[in-house]
């Protein structure tokens, strides 16, 4: 009986340094991740057979692997990848001129239309893998300290990698 009571007490001891520990443990700020250059981002293009097709839509780089239909080799939204295609989503345009980050001039409504599809389609289906370095990075090249990955909800943390 007696040394029931001491095995509970070491337990509730133990327990209690785990908690502890817990609690002192410091959190990362965020989690680690990938950076892509232009050039990077431009390999996952669908071309090349075994390798995942990326594009970036506001700086977002998503895997649309799973998409091969709309953006295979020779499917009709292949233009968008490999790049960020911010522009021609906005507008719902493959014109080569809007194949671009390039915001500038959009009205509100291509605006609205672009956070729609963002959020909509591409947070909602496609895994993010990273970051355009525009978007992690200043025009000089320091990290951008107002950088926040997006939330998504839909895929566990390994996803991002
Ligand atoms: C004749 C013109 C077009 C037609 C008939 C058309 C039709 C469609 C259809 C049927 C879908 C599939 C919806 C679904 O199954 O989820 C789709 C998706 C989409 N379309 Fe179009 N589309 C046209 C032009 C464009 C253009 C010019 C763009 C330029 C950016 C565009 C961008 C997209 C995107 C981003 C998706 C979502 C693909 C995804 O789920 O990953 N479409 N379109």
Sequence with gaps: MAANLVLLLLLL???????DHVKLE?????????LFTEEDLANYNGHTEERPIYLAVKGVVFDVTK???????????????GKDCTRAVAKMSLAPEDLTHDTTGLTEEQLQS?????????????????????????EDGSPNKDFKPEDQPNFSLKDEF
């Design 26 to 34: 410091p959190k990362p700020a965020t989690k680690p991740v990938r």
């Design 114 to 138: 672009l956070e729609s599809v963002f959020k909509d389609t591409y947070k909602e289906k496609y895994p993010i893998v990273g970051y355009t370095a525009r978007r992690i990075l200043n």
């Design 13 to 19: 001891q133990v327990l209690l340094c785990f908690s």
């Design 67 to 81: 998409g091969k239909a709309f953006y295979g080799k020779g499917a009709p939204y292949n233009a968008l990848t």
